[in-house]
C-alpha cells in the first residue's frame, strides 16, 4: 500500500459534544437554491451546537456566484486562495488572496469566484446594541494588517481584521506562531470559535484530548471548550478564526 493512501474507514476528523475537527478527507459539498456553479461545504452551523456558521466556498467550473440574502445575518468573507468579486447594492468590489468583507445585516452579498477561488465565511445573526447603529461595511487585506506580538510575545503575532467597535457583535483575527511557540495559557472562555489553519501544522488541546492539526482542517469550539496551541515543524503555523464579542451574555 502506498504510504500516503488514506486507511480504508480511517479519518482525522472528530466531532465531540462540545468540539469539532474537521479534516478535509470528510468534506461532503451542499448545493443552495439560486447558487450557480458555486460549491458549499459547511464546516460549521447550528446543526452542530454553534451559534453562527462557517462556509467553504469553491467554484469547480471556472466561475460562478454565492449569493447571500438580505435578512438578519451578518458575513465576513476572507479569501483564502485565488481572486472574489463581492457585489453588493451597487457596488463591485475585487478581493485577492487575504482580502476580507464584511457587511451587515439587511445586505444583499453576491460572491463571484473562478476555478482557483476559495472562500470562508462566517455567517451569524446580528444582535444589535441598544443605542448604537448597526456596523458599516468593512473591507480590507491581512497582507496590509501589522500583526502585534500577543502578550509580548514576538513569537506569536496577532492581526485583529475588524474594528475594535462596539457596534460589531463578531471578531475575525488570524494568529501566526512561529515553530515552538504556543497560546501562553490554556483558554477557557465565554467566546464561542469557529477557526481555519491556514498554513502549517501543530497541536491543538480541545478539551482534555490533543489533535495533531494542518492546513486545511476547520475547528469548531463551544463556549467555555478549554483550548490550547503549540506549532510544530519548520514552519510558522497559522489560523483564521471566529469569537463573538461586545454583548453582555
Known sequence: MNPTTPLFGHTRTVVASRHALIAPDGHVPSAFPEWLDATA???ISPAIGADFSQIRI?????????????????????????????EWDDNTHEMPTGAFLFTPPSTHLRLRGNEFTVL???????????????????????????????LGNEKALLKVLLPTDPRF????????????????????????????MLSGQGV???ENAYYPVTAGDVIWMAPYCPQWFVA????????????DINRLP
Open 120 to 150: 470562508t465565511v462566517f455567517r451569524k445573526i446580528h444582535e444589535p446594541q441598544p443605542g448604537f447603529g448597526p456596523p458599516p461595511i468593512t473591507f480590507g487585506n491581512a497582507n496590509d494588517v501589522q500583526g502585534e506580538p500577543f
Open 169 to 196: 457583535d463578531m471578531a475575525v483575527n488570524i494568529f501566526t506562531y512561529q515553530p515552538g511557540a504556543t497560546l501562553p495559557l490554556v483558554e477557557t472562555h465565554i467566546m464561542e470559535h469557529g477557526l481555519l
Open 232 to 243: 510544530m515543524g519548520d514552519e510558522p503555523a497559522s489560523y483564521l478564526y471566529y469569537k
Open 41 to 43: 461545504y459547511v464546516m
Open 58 to 86: 469553491v467554484y469547480p467550473s471556472g466561475g460562478g456566484e454565492a449569493m447571500f440574502p438580505r435578512d438578519e445575518h451578518e458575513h465576513m468573507t476572507y479569501v483564502v486562495a485565488g481572486t472574489a468579486w463581492a
Open 204 to 206: 491543538y488541546r480541545l
